[in-house]
């Protein structure tokens, strides 16, 4: 009996070795996603997950980066695909120095090239720009007929009405914050007319009517909350932070079908696969603005707004 068991054990093992597949579980296509550690990033993170698990992948999702130890896992291949900013990548990663008139296309397109010699490729960007904006209440735009930031530079040049601006002590002060963006647009704010605070606090004040203009982010959900006018950066002073997925060249050529599924996700955003304008910017924004608000407003779980996001564009079935 115990010889006929080890000659039929052998039997099956010889099988196993000589035919394909034969005892072995069916290859899984396993991925890493990668996202920084705010709202928007854990929605983004989720939206990629929830959609390459929907088109067979098994997707584990690593939270709660920095944007350097991000970086660094993908540059390990400890990572396969995240969701980052052309700015940063521009800036931090490739080391270059920003100069303000390159616009959105612009800075994507030259990330995209050099990207490509990292061993990484851009795919199409989110034209949704969180960077720094100043913003109002409609009530203000409209008396004034300020839409842009260019509008909004005529009025302080006029001086016939005192505009309160708030901005953040580092803003006032960072060669590339107000002080430059006075000189690009020829404004200049009264120093009288002019509050600083530590950060968060010029929404706060805008939120009181202490102010007219604030200094905010481009995707932040108390603009969405309050329907707040964020003012189009029409000259491109701002470094563009367009939010983009990037994958390794490796996993794109093992699975090149990633490209189309992930630029489809992308294409349910205002210009998403096409040329920036600021008007697709600032709707990008308004966009981002409400889906954070979904998490920091009214509370709700990022997986949940991602997955109510995938299913109403039809990517997903409920």
Partial sequence: MRRLIVTTLAVVL????????????????????????FTE????????????EDRGFTVELVADLSSMVL??????????????????????????VYEPGVDNNELYDLVKDEEEGEGFVWLDPIWNNNTYVLVSWPEFVEEHDAESLSDLAALYQAGEVEVITFVGFEFSTRPDGLPALQEFYDFEVDEASLMTGAPG????????????????????????????????????????????????????????????????????????????????????????????????????????VARGYLVEKGLIEE
Avoid at 72 to 77: C, L, S
């Fill in 71 to 96: 970086r660094e896992g993908m540059e390990a291949g400890d990572i396969d695909i995240c969701a980052d900013y052309t700015g940063t990548a521009w800036m931090v990663h490739l080391g270059h």
């Fill in 14 to 37: 010889t099988l196993a070795l000589l035919l394909p597949g034969a005892g072995c579980a069916p290859a899984e296509r396993g991925l890493t996603i990668g996202n920084k550690n």
């Fill in 41 to 52: 990033q854990y929605i983004i993170g989720e939206m990629m997950k929830q959609l390459l």
């Fill in 201 to 304: 606090a010029s929404l706060l004040g805008l939120e009181n009517y202490q102010c007219d203009v604030a200094m905010a982010f481009g995707t932040d959900a108390i603009i969405a909350k309050y329907s707040w006018h964020a003012y189009l950066d029409d000259l491109s002073f701002f470094p563009p932070y367009d939010l983009a997925p990037y994958v390794s060249q490796d996993i794109l050529d093992e699975y090149p079908e990633i490209e189309g599924i992930l630029n489809e996700l992308v294409a349910t955003f205002p210009g998403g696969g096409g040329l920036a304008t600021p008007e697709i910017v600032g709707q990008g924004q308004a966009a981002w603005q409400a889906l954070n608000a979904k998490v920091d407003i009214d509370m709700m779980e990022p997986e949940d």
